[in-house]
């Protein structure tokens, strides 16, 4: 058995985290100012500078000119607007490089030393490469909103922020690891259900994040601002159907993804409040316990949030604080599946 709880690797592993979870909010304020389109050009070592000089910015601002975004949205755009939105998709980009390295050039001093022996280091290698894999599909969602589309592609937004959760949920378990440790309980038996539910319940979460994310990419969240009707209704059939086929409806037609999103929700809750008792029988899983009514919590206060989000139609930072919110439900739901696998 590997087990540490080296606070080196702790703060490292911390800082790493706390990168990846900066930059999940920060891409939703980029998002949601429009400066995600404003860099039209990826330079992986050239692009660690913004440009020098009004040449330069004359020149990049020009190359901003040619996109879909500027000819559609923005014809009226300044330069100082501009260098605003640019800015802060500079910002992202830079911090991710960043956030990059500092786990990598780490990682490989460790493992030079033995600090992390190879035979246990599947894990952090996985998070290297989630950092290559998340870099390209940065680059992957942006290309689509340059050629004929004054935005990206819903589907490709949503991709990239389950990659970016799912480089925040690797680390996440690498610092519980380097905390707990891999023992394992003498239990087993008594914790497979709720083992189960939680596993249920990270599937639900999964969904309703993954629908929040369609929600972002669509603009949907501007679907309706009443709650909890929806054009009058319960269930406005007539509002949620309208282009073919009748499913696609459900994934790219943003009243429908609105309507399913906000209504998702209540299915986590249910599940949190199942998970809750399932793992109360159980008088030892103390910190599952802890978990499970946090979780509770958590998601009464996302709810109130995407329901706030809809009444005053979609604020900014509202709706960062609802992203936030979502990160913290699907780390307190790896801590519960952590502390249930192991002693």
Not at 6 to 29: C, D, E, P, R
Not at 161 to 183: D, M, P, Q, R, S
Not at 301 to 322: E, K, N, R, Y
Not at 327 to 343: G, K, N, Q
Request: aromatic share 16%; charged share 15%.
């Amino acid at each position: 058995m590997f087990k540490t709880t080296n606070k080196n690797i702790a703060i490292w592993l911390y800082t790493v985290s706390f990168l990846i979870v900066f930059l999940v909010m920060f891409g939703g304020w980029v998002r949601l100012t429009r400066s995600g389109l404003s860099m039209v050009e990826w330079h992986v070592v050239t692009g660690v500078m913004p440009p020098v000089g009004d040449a330069a910015w004359q020149e990049t601002f020009e190359k901003y000119q040619q996109s879909p975004e500027f000819i559609k949205i923005h014809r009226s755009m300044t330069l100082d607007e501009y260098k605003f939105i640019y800015y802060n998709e500079f910002i992202h980009r830079i911090i991710a490089r960043l956030a990059g390295l500092l786990f990598v050039v780490p990682l490989f001093y460790y493992l030079f030393k033995g600090t992390i022996p190879w035979r246990k280091s599947h894990i952090y290698l996985m998070i290297g490469l989630g950092f290559l894999g998340q870099g390209f599909m940065g680059w992957y969602m942006v290309s689509s909103g340059l050629v004929d589309r004054p935005s990206v592609s819903h589907y490709r937004l949503t991709a990239h922020l389950l990659t970016a959760l799912g480089l925040l949920g690797l680390t996440y378990w690498a610092i519980l690891n380097n905390k707990y440790g891999f023992n394992k309980p003498a239990d087993r038996s008594a914790r497979k259900k709720p083992q189960k539910v939680t596993f249920f319940l990270f599937l639900v979460l999964l969904f309703q994040i993954s629908y929040g994310g369609l929600v972002a990419g669509l603009k949907a969240g501007h679907a309706s601002n009443s709650w909890p009707l929806m054009y009058g209704k319960w269930f406005p059939i007539s509002h949620l159907v309208e282009i073919e086929p009748w499913w696609n409806n459900w994934l790219a037609y943003p009243p429908a993804v609105h309507y399913v999103h906000r209504w998702f929700a209540f299915v986590v809750l249910a599940g949190s409040i199942w998970l809750f008792y399932a793992i109360k029988k159980q008088s030892a899983l103390t910190d599952a316990a802890k978990g499970a009514k946090t979780m509770i919590w958590l998601v009464s206060i996302q709810i109130t949030l995407g329901v706030s989000v809809i009444l005053f139609d979609v604020p900014v930072w509202l709706a960062i604080v609802h992203q936030g919110t979502a990160i913290s439900l699907l780390l307190t739901t790896i801590f519960i599946s952590h502390r249930l696998r192991y002693a």
